[in-house]
């Protein structure tokens, strides 16, 4: 299989999930390891919706994480990865990462080239250590080229952004946790969030806006 999301598949979208850009799950479980638990739950091809809720079913977080981030939309991938690096920004923020959320949130806004460029210089910024600089990285790799202006283009792997996505999701529920309580509940936060994305909302949860 070539190391892209197959573009046919790509034009679909799953029933309840109205954000979703992929029907089945299969494709988007080609770009990373899922667990030897959530291996089986893939067997007989299910939707990304079922395959998602089977997951959940198992408490699965991580390998939900990565999947939701990869058969998102890029916009909602992207914005999802900006309220996870909200939820958990303290007031001692860096200026380079404050810097590569907004630059992260100004491309969803306006997905424009100057908005995707200025992302890949926050990202840069950041040393790519951060859950915000890999939120701006993931606009960056929306589309478009990832050379410089001027030079032979080089498009992004379809998956580019999705891999960008689900790296700030993870690192963000990571940062600075206290015990594994608090990481659980990070985890299951952000999927709601995501889950309220996929099906056409803001992620914007009533009881945490």
Same mark, same amino acid.
């Given at each position: /299989?070539?190391?892209?999301?197959?573009?046919?598949?790509?034009? #679909? @979208?799953?029933?309840?999930?109205?954000?979703? %850009?992929?029907?089945? %799950?299969?494709? !988007?479980?080609?770009? &990373? @390891?899922?667990?030897?638990? !959530?291996?089986?739950?893939?067997?007989?091809?299910?939707?990304?919706?079922?395959?998602? #809720?089977?997951? /959940?079913? $198992?408490? =699965?977080? /991580?390998?939900?994480?990565?999947?939701?981030?990869?058969?998102?939309?890029?916009?909602?991938?992207? *914005?999802?990865?900006?309220?996870?690096?909200?939820?958990?920004?303290?007031?001692?923020?860096?200026? $380079?990462?404050?810097?590569? =959320? =907004?630059?992260?949130?100004?491309?969803?806004?306006?997905?424009?080239?100057? #908005?995707?460029?200025?992302?890949?210089?926050?990202?840069?910024?950041?040393?790519? $250590?951060?859950?915000?600089? *890999?939120?701006?990285?993931?606009?960056? *790799?929306?589309?478009?080229? /990832?050379?410089?202006?001027?030079?032979?283009?080089?498009?992004?792997?379809?998956? &580019?952004?999705?891999? %960008?996505?689900?790296?700030?999701?993870?690192?963000?529920?990571?940062?600075? &946790?206290?015990?594994?309580?608090?990481?659980?509940?990070?985890?299951?936060? &952000?999927?709601?969030? %995501?889950?309220?994305?996929?099906?056409?909302?803001?992620?914007?949860?009533?009881? #945490?806006?």
């Amino acid at each position: /299989m070539e190391d892209t999301l197959d573009k046919t598949v790509l034009q #679909n @979208d799953v029933t309840a999930f109205k954000k979703a %850009a992929v029907e089945k %799950a299969k494709p !988007a479980c080609e770009f &990373f @390891d899922l667990t030897d638990a !959530a291996k089986p739950l893939l067997e007989d091809d299910p939707s990304s919706t079922t395959f998602f #809720n089977r997951l /959940m079913d $198992e408490k =699965l977080y /991580m390998d939900a994480i990565r999947f939701l981030a990869l058969i998102l939309r890029k916009r909602e991938a992207v *914005w999802w990865a900006c309220l996870c690096v909200r939820d958990v920004m303290t007031d001692r923020v860096t200026h $380079e990462d404050k810097r590569a =959320l =907004l630059a992260a949130e100004e491309w969803v806004i306006k997905p424009s080239e100057e #908005n995707r460029q200025s992302a890949s210089q926050a990202a840069e910024a950041t040393k790519f $250590e951060t859950a915000a600089g *890999w939120a701006a990285m993931g606009a960056f *790799w929306s589309g478009g080229s /990832m050379t410089p202006p001027g030079t032979p283009v080089v498009p992004p792997q379809e998956d &580019f952004t999705g891999r %960008a996505v689900g790296g700030s999701v993870l690192m963000s529920a990571a940062y600075q &946790f206290e015990d594994e309580k608090q990481l659980i509940e990070r985890y299951e936060l &952000f999927l709601e969030r %995501a889950k309220e994305i996929a099906s056409g909302g803001s992620g914007k949860l009533k009881d #945490n806006k």
